[in-house]
């Protein structure tokens, strides 16, 4: 059974500070995605990471793949209360429809 | 363009009820998945179907769960008999290709009292 995990579980840092979500596995994906999820709705896609060692940036946040596609992070810059909510992670094995997330990191963010 | 519609949004239960959930994928996808999420985990693989075909039920409960995406139509999923430990939200995903990013709709929460 492939898990995911993610660290730390809970967050709850001050509008301006960074932070990184961490996401580990022993089993190697053949992509990794990033989802943001808010209350009531369903994940919306961030990233999607292919290649190990790969480095992708969108404005403020930073995703990272493991040089050997085990595992992942997100480094978000400058943190704003708009970031707040449950960040994903999600491993792919071959093809995309069979996706294995993580255990999710929830982030607040406070004025 | 419509994202993924789920309905219904919320739907209650009483134990032993059947539930029925309906998911339209986005226009031009083919590929439909269902995900379920139970209160403070992750999202969990159930099913992924294309039209008329179910590719992989291998997340799905071998009993009272089943799913089908017919020629026309939203795809269903359906649990028979429900008991407390379905609640939960599920959610429904599609892509237009086997190997594309998913694109999921906002859930039907299931409550079974």
């Known amino acids: 059974t492939q898990l995911l995990e993610q660290s730390p579980q809970f967050l709850s840092i001050q509008e301006g500070e960074n932070l990184t979500v961490y996401c580990n596995s022993s089993s190697v994906f053949s992509s990794l995605q990033w989802y943001r999820q808010e209350p009531g709705e369903g994940p919306v896609l961030l990233v999607t990471v292919v290649t190990g060692g790969e480095v992708k940036k969108l404005k403020r946040l930073t995703f990272q793949f493991g040089d050997a596609r085990k595992d992942s992070s997100l480094h978000i810059t400058a943190a704003q209360p708009g970031d707040t909510g449950l960040y994903l992670c999600a491993g792919a094995t071959g093809t995309a429809s069979k996706l294995t997330f993580g255990t999710g990191t929830r982030l607040q963010v406070t004025l | ?113």
């Open chain 2, 1 to 113: 363009n419509a994202g993924v519609m789920q309905n219904p949004r919320h739907l209650v239960r009483r134990r032993g009820q059947e539930a029925r959930l309906r998911c339209s994928p986005m226009k031009g996808h083919s590929h439909v998945y269902w995900y379920r999420q139970l209160p403070e985990e992750g999202l969990k693989f159930m099913v992924y179907l294309q039209k008329e075909n179910i590719i992989d039920e291998s997340g799905m409960p071998k009993e009272r769960f089943s799913a089908e995406f017919p020629k026309e139509g939203p795809s269903i999923l359906r649990i028979q008999q429900v008991v407390r430990g379905d609640s939960a939200a599920y959610f429904c995903a599609s892509s237009p290709h086997e190997r594309s990013p998913l694109h999921f709709g906002n859930g039907t929460r299931l409550t079974v009292t």
